[in-house]
């Protein structure tokens, strides 16, 4: 039978000492039955004395330790005090290795600050970086521990035994994992899958299904290009829930990924996630309902969604995928939307798209139950607890907002102000701004209501404080003379602003900043901010405005885009939100239930960075642009899924 401690330390390197005690000289055997007697030393604790009395032979390699011993910290560390050199740091260490043993994190940082790590041999190197970076993960220090295990003599492993090096690998790829470094975590439990039991690959597995999908998509394109093998192999694979966004195309690249990697463990075992999109594949529904309002003053949206849900539907049938029956109905001519599902139920229908109107999908999100699963086209009142089945899809100014937020603080702000128009979806986009900012340790230190043109001007010199500054300089040019010139400066707690305006407020807030000697400060701006124009028209005054948009509008790099835009040529100007919205909705709704079950699901999809929240609703993640020369420029992505 093979033994393993609670740490992973094979027996082979702490070896028991055999069960007799070494005396020095001849001692009468009444004096040695009196020496029990008196201290009645458990066996343990007679054997680390056997170790350390003056009269034996003292520690000199792991192998001269036991596994484990009775004897308090306290007391191996004492008999350490009276060595010196390598028998008081191997002492040490032993100490070290029982404070782990007894689950005192605290205790082994303390005792290898007392050791001098380059004065050890390899192994015991090795054990003391282990140790270090063991009781670092437990204190929660898991850069400090990542730190221990990038030491050298972590990087010569092939002296330990298999088992021990596999401890090391998990060690390592936990530690990872908990830095961030999700990619190099899954690339550790792939070194040591082969080597890891049986009944541990599993689980195994998922960790490291798990690890990829927390990398961004263009890290895994890195790393894919570069890659062979079974890891290729692995990277491929999480990147096929990135780079289709349907259901249909998913288990269509899967099939294709199986034949290519016939021997690959994920073929054998496949991780949770694959096995459940097969099984929302096979169980997809046959036949899909649109609610629009193909009349009225929502006719318009009505037609680009549907155009583009169309697209998506045709595209997918063009690649030989099978794609279910869709029917039309206008939500118009439902006055109670439970006379819809009855007829809609009566058809044949599985799962319904819309409606699009805010009120028919508040009634929907006060009902119970529905009867069908149910994609709603806008979002009902966030108060509002929405019946089982029931999953929100919109374009949002929250999601906007919330995107700024995230933006801003990756790029090192930390203290802002809002700017926000007192339309309703101004105040929205504020709102969501300032709980997301604040979640995340930000500070606001303004906040204005914007309405006419004419007073923005006031209301950012009270928010820049720059007449107290001037207020400041006049004071100091009366003690100084005239000829001392100051330039008033904004208050220096304020690093950026987050602006929800329409096109003509917009138009004030830079050349105001500019006078206000506020023109470097950065202004991370809602789409509403710009105007988007087919036929390319500048927008003047709004220079280095930073505005969250769609991916469809600022990088024309989906695949539907040119097909879609050929076809309407609206779909290249603000309708094209729409038309993207469509394609999301095709792409995503069969997905919706894996989303559910698996909350880090995210989509790259045509309207930004799909997931799901608790509620049922999508949010999305914008990408960004630049206002440069009055148009809209990509830059770099915070997270380019």
Sequence with gaps: MIVQDVNGFPPSTWQPMPPAVTLCGKVPQSKVALM???????????????????????PRQLADLPASTDAPVSDILRQAERRSGAEANLLR?????????????????????????????????????????????????????????????????????????????????????????????????????????????????????????QVPSGKLREAAALASGETAGWLSLALIQRE?????????????????????PAVQSPPEGVTRLLEL????????????????????????????????????????????????????????????????????????????????????????QLPLPTLALNYADGATTPPPGLFQFGLSP?????????????????????????EDWGQRAARAFAEQWQAMGGHLVG????????????????LLRVQESERRNQRIQSVL?????????????????????????ARQIKPTLVFQYAGDLPVYATSHAYRLSVHGEPNPDIDGLLVAEIPWLLHNSDPLYDTVVSSWPAAAGPMGRLYAMGVDAQRIFNRLLQMQEHPETRIHGATGTLSLDPSGRVRRELSWGQIVDGQLQPVGDLAPW
């Design 36 to 58: 029990f007697r008196m201290f009645r030393l458990p066996l343990a604790g007679l054997i680390l004395a056997s170790l350390i009395a003056g009269c034996s032979a003292p």
């Design 281 to 368: 594949h096979a169980e997809r529904p046959r036949h899909l309902a649109l609610l629009l309002p193909f009349d009225g003053n929502l006719a318009g949206a009505a037609d680009a969604l549907r155009d583009g849900f169309l697209a998506a539907q045709y595209s997918a049938m063009d690649q030989g995928l099978e794609q279910p029956q869709i029917s039309l109905y206008d939500s118009g001519n439902y006055s109670d939307l439970l006379q819809f599902y009855r007829q809609a139920e009566a058809d044949g229908v599985q799962w319904v798209i819309g409606p699009l109107d805010r009120q028919q999908v508040a009634r929907l999100a006060s009902q119970p």
């Design 244 to 264: 289709h966004g349907s259901l249909d195309l998913q288990v269509h690249a899967l099939q294709q990924w199986q034949k290519q990697y016939p021997d690959h």
């Design 398 to 422: 929250e999601d906007e907002a919330r995107s700024a937020a995230l933006r801003a603080w990756h790029d090192g702000h930390r203290q802002m102000a809002i700017l926000a128009s007192q």
């Design 93 to 213: 260490l032993h100490a070290a290795q029982t404070a782990w043993n007894r689950q005192q994190p605290e205790e082994v940082r303390r005792i290898l600050a007392l050791i001098p790590q380059s004065e050890l041999p390899l192994d015991q190197q090795q054990r003391f970086s282990e140790l270090q970076a063991r009781s670092e993960m437990a204190l929660g220090q898991p850069a400090a521990a990542l730190r221990a295990l990038r030491h050298p003599s972590l990087q010569q492993l092939e002296g330990l035994a298999p088992a021990s090096q596999v401890e090391i690998h998990l060690l390592r790829a936990e530690a990872l994992a908990a830095t961030g470094e999700h990619l190099k975590a899954a690339q550790e439990r792939m070194f040591i899958h082969d080597l890891l039991p049986n009944a541990d690959q599993q689980q195994n597995l998922s960790a490291i299904w798990q690890q990829l999908n």
């Design 447 to 462: 906040h204005e209501t914007i309405d006419q043109p004419s007073a923005i001007a006031n209301q950012i010199a009270g």
């Design 481 to 505: 003379g005239d000829g001392v010139t100051v330039q008033p400066t904004p208050r220096a707690e304020l690093e950026a602003i987050f602006l929800a305006a329409n096109p003509l407020q």
